[in-house]
């Protein structure tokens, strides 16, 4: 089965610096990898995802860039800030099969 | 928009007990999805069902059981509650097609005492 791995556990960063989060996907046939904010006390909710025919997607702050032959991919916020302070979840999705394949999370705390 | 809707925020059980956790989807979504989320673990998949009646074992079904009698509603049911069953329940629903996000519930704060 797939295998994600995410990085770091935890970050933390001055409110206007960037953030980068880094995932990592062992099945070649995965093709899917949303990301996911869970603030504390509430759902988890889909940020932004990327689909394998494309290797980055910008909206405003977020952007998702992904590597296949790497089989990487990573968040990246910039201008964060303290509402940016959350757990994030990348997935990895192997299309036949609709399984999401998590990765641990990383809690991002953004100093005002 | 999406609307998942988990009975209960939080829930006390004790050992031994049969305990339901219910989740309801009103985007006719044909998957439904069950989780467990503990910390630096990450959510791992209990079960799943692609149509009612119909159910598949995730990557820890173990003393979990499900049922999905409608297309809006499935249930995840804990035959003997244990206290490692302690833990955040999720339910999540997506539509059939691929690569589709999964919508969350607002999960189930579930402890066995």
């Known amino acids: 089965g797939e295998n994600v791995e995410q990085h770091p556990s935890t970050l933390s960063v001055q409110e206007g610096d960037s953030a980068v989060i880094k995932c990592t996907y062992s099945?070649?046939?995965?093709?899917?990898f949303p990301w996911y904010k869970q603030e504390l006390g509430k759902r988890p909710q889909l940020i932004i995802d990327?689909?394998?025919?494309?290797g980055e997607k910008k909206d405003q702050r977020i952007a998702v860039t992904l590597n296949k032959t790497a089989k990487h991919f990573s968040l990246h916020i910039t201008e964060t800030q303290p509402e940016d302070s959350a757990v994030y979840f990348c997935?990895?999705?192997?299309?036949?099969?609709?399984?999401?394949?998590f990765g641990s999370g990383t809690k991002l705390n953004v100093k005002p | 928009d999406v609307k998942v809707t988990q009975s209960s925020r939080y829930l006390v059980k004790r050992t031994g007990e049969k305990v339901f956790l219910e989740c309801v989807q009103d985007m006719d979504h044909e998957n439904m999805f069950w989780y467990r989320q503990d910390p630096g673990l990450g959510l791992r998949l209990i079960y799943f069902?692609?149509?009612?009646?119909?159910?598949e074992k995730g990557d820890i079904p173990e003393g979990y059981s499900v049922s999905r009698e409608k297309k809006e509603r499935f249930s995840l049911i804990l035959e003997s509650a244990s206290t490692n069953q302690t833990s955040m329940y999720l339910c999540?629903?997506?539509?059939?097609?691929?690569?589709?996000?999964?919508?969350f519930g607002d999960g189930t704060r579930l402890s066995i005492l």
């Open positions: 999540a629903s997506n539509p059939s097609g691929g690569n589709q996000p999964q919508h």
């Open positions: 997935a990895a999705v192997r299309y036949n099969f609709n399984k999401f394949y």
């Open positions: 099945d070649s046939a995965s093709n899917y």
């Open positions: 990327i689909r394998s025919n494309v």
């Open positions: 069902s692609y149509d009612v009646k119909m159910k």
